[in-house]
């Protein structure tokens, strides 16, 4: 993966590296642009520009040809952001060169930079490099071709329409996918019945919130839930009953946890909660809280108490090993007659559960 932190302000950098990473679709459109861009650079603007006497447009496209090279070099090293912008400065150097050339019928190619700045390129970063485009597009118009006044004023407004409608049409294009996506994604990280996060969306959670924790050097801590015999429930009441207990349960514990905690459906009748930036003793505070809800709350007839078990994840070791010291935990809370919360320490390599 790349290393930002060479660059000012890099972690700017990085959270826009991000995006790429939760949007798949983008890093794999960025990635078939890449692939494309050498190929037909050299076939559209090169070998006509040479056959045809162009030589400012052969230079353009020679220097475009080597920084797309030098985009998918990038993007190997993992730098997909940076990448973009080398592809978006590349395409825009052959735009500079239709106008430099003085190719007035190739203007239809300046639709490409702001299709593609959208669809590989964070909204805002990509209305910078329209911006950024269109403003070197007039500095060369100005610097090149000595128009009238009227006729610049009518091609420059002409153009920004252009320029505007394109851009919009690639906007809502790539909102468009971008929601759907998201709203993919949501749906397949959570568990259908509870719409608390499932296991896949869980290790998706865990390896963000280690990864901050390592480079910020914050707590993140582990609350294990079960329900207590909620066998005698489901055979009591029956398993509709059952799975409107687990429904309102994970509802109430929801609302009463923050909202950068996660809370996952781990399976049957038991629960995690994902707490950043708490040590296991500020989660057992937390955990004794939705003990004291849940043992008070009336689930529509049904009166159900939980045990917990808490654990602190190392960053440097494995999350398997968390998870298994909150599981000891809870064991002990059931073992010690349930309804209550322990946590997991380890001194001197051996583990000693409290409440």
């Known amino acids: 993966m790349c290393n930002w932190d060479f660059i000012p302000l890099s972690g700017r950098y990085e959270s826009r590296n991000r995006l790429y990473e939760r949007c798949p679709h983008r890093k794999r459109f960025l990635n078939t642009v890449l692939n494309l861009t050498p190929l037909l650079v050299p076939v559209i603007v090169i070998f006509p520009a040479y056959l045809f006497g162009k030589p400012l447009m052969f230079k353009f496209g020679v220097f475009s040809f080597f920084l797309s090279i030098l985009a998918k070099f990038i993007y190997s090293m993992g730098c997909y952001f940076l990448s973009a912008v080398t592809l978006i400065l590349s395409v825009s150097l052959l735009c500079f060169g239709i106008v430099v050339q003085g190719e007035h019928f190739l203007y239809m190619w300046f639709a490409v930079v702001p299709g593609l700045a959208f669809l590989i390129l964070p909204y805002a970063d990509a209305v910078g490099a329209i911006a950024a485009f269109l403003s070197g597009i007039f500095i060369l118009i100005l610097k090149y071709h000595h128009h009238p006044v009227s006729t610049l004023l009518y091609y420059t407004l002409n153009l920004i329409g252009f320029i505007s409608i394109i851009s919009l049409g690639a906007f809502i294009l790539i909102k468009i996918i971008d929601d759907t996506f998201e709203m993919l994604k949501e749906s397949s990280m959570k568990d259908s019945l509870t719409q608390a996060y499932n296991r896949r969306a869980f290790m998706e959670f865990i390896k963000e919130e280690i990864a901050r924790a390592k480079r910020y050097r914050f707590p993140i801590s582990l609350i294990m839930i079960d329900i207590d015999d909620f066998k005698k429930v489901n055979d009591t009441y029956g398993h509709a ?76 070791d494995s999350i398997d090993r968390a998870l298994k010291l909150a599981d000891k935990a809870l064991y002990e809370a059931k073992k010690s007659g349930k309804n209550s919360v322990k946590v997991y320490v380890e001194e001197e390599d051996s583990g000693l559960i409290f409440d």
Request: charged share 30%; proline share 3%; hydrophobic share 45%.
């Open 241 to 316: 009953k059952g799975d409107e207990v687990l429904k309102k349960m994970a509802a109430l514990i929801m609302i009463n946890i923050r909202r950068c905690d996660k809370l996952v459906r781990w399976g049957g009748e038991e629960f995690v909660v994902i707490c950043p930036h708490l040590s296991k003793r500020e989660a057992y505070f937390v955990a004794e809280k939705l003990r004291k809800i849940i043992a008070s709350h009336d689930f529509n007839g049904v009166k159900v108490t939980a045990s917990f078990g808490v654990s602190e994840i190392d960053p440097s």
